[in-house]
């Protein structure tokens, strides 16, 4: 188990069916996994992001909905069939993302959580 994870970790994992952070870590030490920020510009700026290969990174995702993902998600995960991991600040959008991805074909989906989920898991 990772021991420096955000306090409410835990309760955000269950409430958002997060990854356990082996498999995040695991899918992110990989070169062909797909990693997909749907936090805004603006959130991105002041935190920070997760330096991948294959990085992207979609704007205008709410707890509901990812518009841009849902009319294109090839222009941010091209390969249906390579891992993607998701986060955002919370991993309720990341939630929201993964259901958009998995309805449209993909098979290997993580909701890694937040930002610092990530870094807190990488550390």
């Known amino acids: 188990m990772i021991k420096d994870m955000p306090p409410d970790y835990h309760m955000r994992a269950e409430q958002f069916g997060f990854a356990s952070p082996n498999d995040i870590k695991d ?3 990989a070169a062909d996994t797909q990693v997909l920020d749907v936090r805004n510009t603006d959130e991105i700026a002041a935190a920070g992001r997760f330096d991948h290969v294959n990085y992207k990174q979609t704007n205008g995702c709410t707890p509901s909905e990812c518009p841009a993902l849902s009319a294109a998600p090839q222009d941010f995960c091209p390969d249906k069939e390579a891992t993607v991991v998701i986060y955002c600040r919370s991993g309720r959008r990341a939630n929201a993302a993964k259901d958009i991805l998995i309805g449209q074909g ?3 989906v ?14």
């Open 106 to 108: 993909y098979s290997r």
């Open 110 to 123: 993580l909701n890694a959580g937040g930002y610092d989920d990530v870094i807190a898991t990488m550390a």
């Open 27 to 29: 899918a992110l030490n």
